[in-house]
């Protein structure tokens, strides 16, 4: 499927995800330290370099509409699916609920 990722025009690391015209939810990213570095390494030998990569890790928190968390993910696709889920869980599980019918004409 695809899904178009709009950006927040106030929050930088927030992207909108929307499929079918309907806005699904967002994603916030959120950068890291890796916890696996050895630092003593690094401070012995000032030669060494190290990649923004290499220190650094990405994650995306996925928040599905009406503000359900759905979790951190490694990547933006996996985000996506969650909030996907999310809300197809919430659909197949609504209860009580009104239905309403409006013209063709109207939207």
């Known amino acids: 499927m695809n899904y178009k990722l709009k950006k927040d025009d106030y929050l930088s690391s927030k992207k909108y995800v929307w499929r ?10 959120e950068v890291k330290d890796r916890q696996n570095i050895d630092w003593q390494k690094y ?11 290499d220190r650094l890790i990405v994650k995306y928190n996925a928040i599905s509409y ?3 968390s759905c979790g951190q993910y490694d990547s933006i696709e996996a985000a ?11 659909f197949d599980n609504l209860e009580d609920y ?4 409006t013209g063709n004409n109207d939207v």
């Open 20 to 29: 079918g015209g309907v806005c699904l939810g967002h994603i916030f990213s």
């Open 80 to 90: 996506i699916i969650a909030i996907e889920k999310k809300q197809q869980n919430m």
């Open 43 to 53: 401070r012995e030998d000032k030669t060494l370099r190290m990649t923004v990569s």
């Open 66 to 68: 009406p503000n359900e």
């Open 98 to 101: 009104d239905i309403i019918t």
